[in-house]
């Protein structure tokens, strides 16, 4: 059974359908999505990669300079870097629900168009037109849905961390 789960033709004429049902708008969601996710890997691997070393090595530059400016300074350049990226895939995961309304808009226009042409007369033709022209909707919601639970934990993270440091410096700067 395994074996006919990873057949590579199988995959890619499944691929070629979905796009197909879906129309030109399908690519440009993938385009979208594609980059969204790109923002949210760059994000998940600056959490467990850089971030742990980059705080250590700012927290212990908060430690031993005595200027406060340069500790707001280095504060500043965590909490920049913490907040990247953030409004970006906000927009992206807003966009995709956008753009599969655009496809249904177009796929309905399509529907009608072949209405026109051939008339009321045959109920398949326009729901099978009816059911490609909201795919697109679908789609883009469910790109939408399945980034926003990636962004809704990271940006919980990170409001968390920023926290923890804003706490960190107070008290820092209490003690000189």
């Given at each position: 059974m395994l074996p006919e789960l990873l057949r590579v033709d199988d995959w890619l004429f499944a691929l070629g359908q979905f796009f197909q049902t879906g129309g030109?708008?399908?690519?440009?969601?993938?385009?979208v999505s594609f980059l969204m996710f790109v923002l949210i890997?760059?994000?998940?691997?600056?959490?467990?990669?850089?971030?742990?070393g980059r705080k250590?090595?700012?927290?212990?530059a908060l430690n031993a300079e005595p200027l406060a400016v340069k500790k707001l300074s280095l504060f500043c350049e965590l909490d920049l870097a913490l907040k990247d990226q953030f409004a970006l895939i906000k927009n992206l995961i807003t966009l995709c629900p956008l753009i599969g309304l655009l496809g249904t808009v177009t796929g309905m226009i399509q529907v009608f168009d072949s209405?026109?042409?051939y008339g009321t007369g045959n109920p398949r033709l326009m729901a099978a037109g009816v059911a490609s022209a909201t795919f697109p909707t679908m789609t883009g919601m469910a790109?939408?849905?399945?980034?926003?639970?990636?962004?809704n934990r990271l940006s919980r993270w990170s409001d968390g961390e920023r926290q923890?440091?804003?706490?960190m410096l107070s008290q820092n700067q209490g003690v000189q």
């Open positions: 030109w708008v399908l690519y440009l969601i993938l385009a890997l760059e994000r998940l691997l600056y959490r467990f990669f850089s971030y742990p250590l090595q700012i927290l212990s209405l026109a042409l790109v939408a849905v399945a980034g926003l639970l990636f962004h923890k440091l804003r706490l």
